[in-house]
Each structure stands twice: as structure tokens, then as C-alpha cells.
């Protein structure tokens, strides 16, 4: 019997290394392939950027972005794919998706993985490549792809030196009505950590002296988002940071006429709770690359773009009403309650979303096929030290002339 239960154990332990193993290959394995592919994507993008030169600006951006989500699916091949993650929807997911609409994708902010799983909702809706982002202006920083990303139609804001006119301008070229575009924002600003309790009290505080009071949780309740019946007023969000207006009003307004919907989307980590019922840090790009997130819950909400305020006022309180019911949602992944937090994909009737592997897939071979003569040829290396070089000074130089924020 003893030696029963040590060779249980053995093979327990055994599987926990060969996991742990296989984490640091993916992980070493993915880092290298996608960002050593920058040099390479580029050249393409710049081969397209020339001959699109004398063409209008949508027929640009229509080859842009199928370039764009040629390398999201590489990266989801290993955050989705490899690591085997599930994906589990909820809400109006499957109706929404079926859509195909131009879309304010607004979100909450917990992780840096939180833009991957944009990623995950927007090929399910056949829009990958329509992704664009409200950035913070660090994220020029990154070789290649941070003046990529400005050129796709992402925008740029700094924090604490938010720099409306620049944003607006931005905006402007996502107006034209030939270029389908989901902008995703995370009103948060911050990220959710409940291992810097400072920034959640100061959110807190704020809410409190500011008097931030919404309608009634059963209002949320009356939208599907509990399956109990409770009417209290909540001054403060319990697993939120008070979301800033100021960039979504913007966005709201110059484009309200070009989006069909909001995409209200709550996304949540499964393990973020211990056994003790405490919330932790959601998963980051390591873990999450390296399998340590099994699954993925992402709840989403269509809202007409009919019913979104364009006053800055009425949008502010719009928008933390939505945060409320954001909260109560996410009573049901972060209770304390053990059994209820392992019931609830079946009492919020979720359903575990497949991708098929090619979708995926066929995007590393490519990749794979493309990188092989910048490896083994002479004239191949040098190019790609030539693209990554000058590249990286050239794209630096370009965002700081034209000042994107």
C-alpha cells in the first residue's frame, strides 16, 4: 500500500515537471518566433506600403490588416493553440459574433494578456484583422511594432499628459466608413492587481468623494448578469478601478456614427481565486504562455451604439452604471464560495468555444517558410540585420517627428 502511494506520488510529481518543462520550451519557443519575426513582417509591410502608396488609403489599410491578423493568428497559435487554453463565452457571444460590424470594444483591465484575449473574441468574429487600440505612449518603445502599430490605426495617449487634439486627429482617419475597425479600450487605465492594494484604495476613495453612485444592482440583475434577487445601491467598485471617461467620450463621439455596437466584454482568469476564496493577480504573458491558465471566461454584451451618450457627462455616468453591473458579474468568478465559482459556466450557461487548429496554424508554416532564407543565406542575414537596424532607428525617428501623442 506504501509503495502504491509513493509511486502515486512519483507520477504526480513527475507529470508537474514534464508540465513545468514544456511551459519553458513554449515559452522559449514563442518568444523567440514572435518577436523574431519583426524583422521579416516588416519587410513585407513595407513591400505592401510602397505599392499601396498611389492607391486610397482603405485599399492600404484592407491589405494592412490582413497582414495584422496573418501574425495575431501566429501569436494565438501559441497562447491559444499550444497552451491548450479554453475559451468559454458567455452572454450574447454567439449572436454578436455573427455580426461582422464595426465595434467599441470597451473591457476590463486585470492583465497583460488582456489585449491576447481581444485577440480570441475578434477571430471568433471574423475581424481579426480589424483590431486597433487606445495605447499608452510606452508602447512606442517597442522595436519594430511600436510605429507598426501607430500605422495600423492604434492611438497613442499618454497618461497624466493626455493630449486630446492628437487623439482626435487619430480618430479622424478611422472614420472612413471603408475601413471596418474594432477599437478596444480598457477605461480602467490601470491594470486590476490586487497585489497593489494603494491603487484599488485610491480608485475607492475617489468613487467615495466624488459621490459615484449608480443605479441599483438589481438592474444588473434584471439583465442576466446574477441569478439572485438583491436591490442595494453601491458607492464603490468592488472588483473594478473606477473607469476614466475622458477617452471614450472622445471616441464615442467622432465615431459614434461608424460603430453598429459597444462590446461590453468582461473577461476573467480561472485560478485567480485560492481555495481560501482570495483574489489574486490575474495570469501575465509568462504564465499565461507557459499553460498556467486552463481556461478563459469571456462574457460579452452587445449595446447598440443607439443607446450610447455622446454628452461627456451622461457618458461618464453611463459608463460607471456599466462598471456596477461589470462588478456584479464578477461576484460570480471571485466568490469566496468554492462551489459556486466550480458551477459557474453551467448556471451563466457558458459553452466552451473550439478554434480549429489551421486557423492558427497555417500562420506559423507561413512564417516558418518566410523566415528560412534570412536563416540560411548569406544575403538573408544581412537583410535582416539591415531591417532590424535600420528599421528600429527609422521608425523611432518617424514617431518622434510626427509626435503620435
Request: net charge positive; with cysteine; charged share 20%.
Amino acid at each position: 500500500m506504501a509503495n502504491l502511494e509513493n509511486m502515486e506520488k512519483y507520477m504526480k510529481l513527475l507529470r508537474v515537471n514534464l508540465d513545468l518543462i514544456q511551459g519553458y520550451i513554449l515559452y522559449a519557443l514563442g518568444s523567440v518566433m514572435m518577436i523574431g519575426v519583426a524583422p521579416e513582417y516588416l519587410g513585407v509591410w513595407l513591400a505592401w506600403r510602397g505599392i499601396s502608396l498611389i492607391l486610397p488609403s482603405w485599399i492600404y489599410q484592407w491589405g494592412d490588416d490582413k497582414l495584422y491578423s496573418l501574425y495575431q493568428r501566429l501569436v494565438l497559435f501559441f497562447f491559444e493553440t499550444c497552451t491548450r487554453t479554453e475559451v468559454v463565452l458567455y452572454g450574447e457571444a454567439d449572436e454578436a459574433l455573427k455580426k461582422r460590424e464595426s465595434v467599441l470594444y470597451l473591457a476590463n483591465h486585470q492583465s497583460t494578456v488582456d489585449w491576447l484575449v481581444a485577440d480570441m473574441v475578434s477571430i471568433r468574429g471574423g475581424s481579426l484583422g480589424h483590431l486597433r487600440y487606445v495605447m499608452k505612449d510606452t508602447l512606442q518603445l517597442i522595436p519594430l511594432y511600436g510605429h507598426y502599430f501607430y500605422t495600423h490605426g492604434c492611438i497613442y495617449v499618454k497618461r497624466g499628459r493626455f493630449n486630446q487634439e492628437k487623439m482626435i486627429r487619430a480618430l479622424e482617419y478611422l472614420r472612413d466608413p471603408n475601413i471596418p475597425t474594432w477599437l478596444v479600450i480598457f477605461p480602467e487605465g490601470t491594470r486590476y492587481y490586487p497585489s497593489t492594494p494603494k491603487v484599488i484604495e485610491k480608485s475607492e476613495q475617489y468613487a467615495r468623494d466624488n459621490s459615484l453612485q449608480g443605479t441599483s444592482v438589481e438592474t444588473a440583475v434584471k439583465n442576466g448578469h446574477d441569478g439572485t434577487s438583491r436591490n442595494e445601491q453601491k458607492l464603490v467598485l468592488k472588483h473594478h478601478l473606477i473607469p476614466k471617461v475622458k477617452g471614450t467620450w472622445l471616441v464615442a463621439g467622432r465615431l459614434h456614427d461608424k460603430f453598429d455596437a459597444v462590446y461590453d466584454v468582461s473577461v476573467f482568469y480561472e485560478g485567480t481565486v485560492s481555495q481560501d476564496g482570495v483574489r489574486g493577480n490575474a495570469p501575465q504573458l509568462i504564465e499565461f504562455l507557459m499553460g498556467k491558465c486552463r481556461r478563459v471566461h469571456i462574457h460579452i454584451r452587445r449595446i447598440p451604439m443607439t443607446e450610447v451618450p455622446q454628452q461627456e457627462e451622461e457618458l461618464k455616468s453611463w459608463l460607471h452604471n456599466l462598471y456596477l453591473e461589470k462588478d456584479v458579474l464578477a461576484e460570480n468568478f471571485f466568490t469566496k464560495d468554492n462551489e459556486k465559482r466550480a458551477t459557474v459556466q453551467k448556471r451563466l450557461s457558458g459553452r466552451v468555444s473550439h478554434l480549429s487548429i489551421w486557423s492558427t496554424l497555417s500562420s506559423f508554416l507561413f512564417f516558418t517558410v518566410l523566415t528560412l532564407p534570412f536563416i540560411w543565406t548569406k544575403i538573408g542575414r544581412q537583410l535582416y540585420l539591415q531591417l532590424l537596424l535600420y528599421g528600429t532607428l527609422g521608425s523611432y525617428g518617424w514617431l518622434a517627428i510626427r509626435s503620435v501623442c
